[in-house]
């Protein structure tokens, strides 16, 4: 609920600054950006599943559907992916496609919750200037068919499930996505997964902050294991468990990446047939040096954590970002103004500016940056302090 009311609120402070008017709200048109055609296609598919489950008398399932689309697809995703679009002065085609696909999936959700918090749908359903005198006398909603599409959601599916699983990678070993590192390995199990991850590269390097993507081809590089769920599995296969078990863990890696792919393992103990299902065990991967490697499911993604100097110079100058953006609010600057900016001489920040001093002068809006002693903030950074001053041109 906290979640749903912050998307509101962000849709509602734009909605009245741009001066939005619903009643101009038309459907996502073919040609519109991906990303909206995408959460619109994941709105109409909630419908549907939200509509079954509750056709089916569970009203639990239909209400983690709603808590999944709220939390992760409007919210941590294609809200936070689409803020810019908002910021813009004019009133776009493509600021306008914005404010219809988000004003399209609040209201849609508001309809959908109705059943389940009657009072806090009704209020959303009120604020969002609903045409009934409540969402209670108001139509359920109906998915459209036509603007469900499968294979965008999948390929989208994938880059949030990727993105997820790097940005853990990086909290395992404390490496804060402001660092950019080298790139991604995935070994892609078949052609329709490679082609799905290809065609959201460029977003998940931009999420996860790496400089590549590449796909490992064959076996080898990666070294895979299986470990069996004893609980799940001793059930199915009684007193033949022990030799299952050692089956499995003798599996070669083609054998590792035939069950990924095909979802099950067949093979005979005793004259008797044996099929092992994916979800029968866990497949896990060991890290190599250098590397970090996590598996879900079906997908292994494997993160690059050496950091070459390079690379911690471009870390240090958007650190340095970050804090001058910081001074910038706290010293009530217009987005607008020009600044000049200088540094305390420390080593770390020096080299950062030698190398990447036009990046970090375009982000804050600096006309010079000087590296030398001045009286400006104490910026508190991991390992050190520097004094920072910043002055408006």
């Known amino acids: ?4 009311y912050n998307t509101y609120s962000f849709f509602a402070l734009y909605a009245n600054v741009d001066g939005y008017d619903a009643t101009t709200c038309e459907a996502v048109k073919a040609d519109a950006p991906e990303i909206d055609r995408w959460i619109i296609s994941k709105l109409n598919s909630l419908i549907k599943g939200v509509t079954a489950e509750l056709e089916d008398f569970d009203p639990t399932r239909a209400g983690r559907l709603i808590d999944s689309f709220v939390n992760n697809d409007l919210s941590n995703w294609y809200v936070r992916l689409n803020r810019k679009r908002f910021w813009g002065k004019e009133m776009s085609a493509d600021k306008k496609s914005a404010y219809d696909t988000l004003y399209t999936c609040l209201m849609t959700v508001a309809r959908l919750l109705a059943p389940f918090a009657p009072f806090y749908a009704d209020q959303l359903y009120s604020d969002l200037g609903g045409n009934s005198e409540s969402i209670h006398l108001d139509r359920w909603p109906v998915a459209d068919e036509s603007v469900i599409d499968a294979d965008l959601e999948a390929r989208m599916d994938m880059a949030q499930r990727i993105t997820s699983m790097v940005l853990a990678l990086r909290r395992k070993v404390n490496i804060k996505v402001r660092q950019p590192l080298a790139q991604i390995m995935v070994p892609a199990i078949d052609a329709t997964q490679k082609k799905h991850i290809e065609a959201v590269a460029d977003l998940i390097k931009h999420e996860v902050n790496v400089k590549d993507l590449t796909f490992v081809e064959g076996q080898g590089i990666l070294v895979k294991k299986v470990k069996c769920n004893f609980r799940v599995m001793g059930k199915k296969f009684g007193k033949l468990m022990k030799q299952v078990a050692a089956h499995m863990d003798a599996l070669s890696q083609e054998e590792i990446a035939a069950l990924e792919a095909a979802g099950e393992f067949n093979f ?23 590397w970090l490697v996590s598996n879900e499911g079906n997908l292994t993604v494997a993160l690059e954590v050496e950091l070459t100097e390079e690379l911690r110079r471009e870390g240090m100058a958007r650190e340095l970002i970050n804090r001058i953006q910081n001074l910038r609010k706290e010293t009530g600057l217009e987005i607008t103004d020009r600044i000049s900016v200088i540094i305390e001489p420390q080593a770390e920040a020096a080299a950062a500016v030698e190398s990447f001093g036009e990046l970090i002068k375009a982000q804050v809006l600096a006309n010079d940056i000087t590296l030398a002693e001045n009286n400006g903030a104490n910026v508190e950074f991991d390992e050190f302090n520097l004094h920072i001053e910043i002055k408006k041109n």
Do not use: M
């Open 1 to 4: 609920f906290g979640t749903l």
């Open 268 to 290: 005979e103990l005793e004259g008797q047939p044996i099929k092992v299902e994916a979800a029968d065990v866990e497949i896990i991967s060991e890290d190599i040096p250098g």
